[in-house]
Each structure stands twice: as structure tokens, then as C-alpha cells.
């Protein structure tokens, strides 16, 4: 399995604010896809954003952004204005093209203070 | 509406007892997986099917057992559960590329007293 690294274990963001979560990981793949996960407390896993290792752009879906550097094996995850709603935990993954297993990282997670 | 369902959400059971955790998918995927989590820590892939018949280990070992038997169903059995297996299953499935990540399960906890 590929080794994804997440620093932080908790990070508290007053509400409207904006906190960025760091991921590395560790690969010899060129091509692979990257994700971050979003699991609420006792509730299902959902896909955030995803990023394919190809593509220079970084990902983008409405609040969330990402810093994709490929050279320095870094995904971090920015959440912009956050919201109450986005308290929980959030996992970084790594998926190798045409293997389909995907490798978590240990999660941060996050606190939004109202 | 198309998803993945997991039951029961949650579960204490004795030593010793078998146990059999369902879960089910109406999204025709190909691909199923059961991860397991222990409390504010990482998902570790245990089993992982890509079709009817066909099931691996995952990089975690587990004595627990897979079967799949029909596209949609995925069923993760103990034989003879242990304190050792208290953890958090999650299950998923993705469609043939996977291109997009996974679709999870809402999980089953798993106590063994």
C-alpha cells in the first residue's frame, strides 16, 4: 500500500474562516489520482474533491480547493468561508491508476467554531 | 435512489459468536471493498471484490471472511468473534475504472464484549 501522511490530527476554524489541511504522500507511480474524504460524526464517507495526477490544474468544487504539487508529493485541502456543517473528520487518499485500492491517510479532524 | 447500505449499524455481540456483517449496493458496481477503522484512525482494506466469485486480502490482515456471490451483495463474516475485532467495518463500492473514488456505506460498529 502507498503511504499517505496527514500532519495535523485536529484543527479548530471559527466559523466564515478558512483553514488549509495538509497531505504527502509517497509514490515511484506517475500516474495516480488523488481525493479527500468527508466523514461527519456517525455519518457516511463522501467524496470532497478529487484530483488526477495528469492534470496541473488544481480541483476545485465551490468552497473547496486544492493545492496539488506533484514534484513535492503534496494535496492539501483548503476550505474556504467553512461552515458549521463541515466539522468532521477528513481524509486524504491515494489510488495508483488501474489498481482501484485506495490508501487513507490517518484523518484531521476538524472543529468549525460558531 | 441509488447507494450503499450497510446493516446492522450497529452491534454487541458475545465471544465467541458468529456473525455476519450485509452489505448491499443498487448501483450495479463491480467493485465492492470493507475497510476497517478504528476510532480516530485510519482506514485499513481488509477485503475487496472486483466481480461475482472473485475475492482478495486486503494489505490488513483479517480473520474475517468474504463472499460474493451476487453483484450487489458483500458480506463480511466472523466465525468466531473476539474483543480483538471491536472496530468500525465501512463498505463501499466504485464502478469498473474507480476513477471517481469510492461510494461508501454508512458502516457497522462492531462490539464484542
Known amino acids: 500500500a502507498q503511504t499517505v501522511t496527514q500532519s495535523q490530527p485536529e484543527m479548530s476554524v471559527q466559523e466564515a474562516e478558512t483553514v488549509t489541511l495538509s497531505c504527502t504522500y509517497d509514490?515511484?507511480?506517475?500516474?495516480?489520482?488523488l481525493f479527500w474524504y468527508k466523514q461527519p460524526p456517525s455519518r457516511q464517507m463522501i467524496l470532497v474533491i478529487r484530483q488526477e495526477a495528469y492534470k496541473q490544474q488544481n480541483a476545485t468544487e465551490n468552497r473547496f480547493s486544492v493545492n496539488f504539487q506533484k514534484a513535492a508529493k503534496s494535496f492539501s485541502l483548503k476550505i474556504s468561508d467553512s461552515q458549521l456543517g463541515d466539522t468532521a473528520m477528513y481524509f486524504c487518499?491515494?489510488?495508483?491508476?488501474?489498481?482501484?485500492?485506495?490508501?487513507f491517510g490517518a484523518g484531521t479532524t476538524v472543529t468549525v467554531r460558531a | 435512489e441509488a447507494d450503499i447500505y450497510q446493516t446492522p449499524r450497529y452491534l454487541v455481540i458475545g465471544t465467541g459468536k458468529k456473525i455476519t456483517l450485509e452489505c448491499s449496493q443498487t448501483m450495479g458496481h463491480d467493485k465492492m471493498y470493507w475497510y476497517q477503522q478504528d476510532p480516530g484512525m485510519e482506514l485499513h482494506l481488509i477485503h475487496y471484490s472486483y466481480g461475482v466469485n472473485s475475492t482478495e486480502k486486503g494489505d490488513l490482515s483479517s480473520e474475517s471472511t468474504v463472499s460474493r456471490i451476487r453483484t450487489e451483495h458483500f458480506p463480511l463474516t466472523l466465525e468466531s468473534a473476539r474483543p480483538s475485532h471491536t472496530s468500525q467495518y465501512l463498505c463501499?463500492?466504485?464502478?469498473?475504472?474507480?476513477?471517481?473514488?469510492?461510494?461508501f456505506g454508512s458502516g457497522t460498529r462492531l462490539t464484542v464484549v
Open positions: 463501499a463500492s466504485s464502478d469498473m475504472m474507480a476513477l471517481y473514488g469510492y461510494t
Open positions: 487518499a491515494f489510488m495508483k491508476q488501474d489498481d482501484y485500492k485506495l490508501s
Open positions: 509514490t515511484s507511480e506517475n500516474n495516480y489520482y
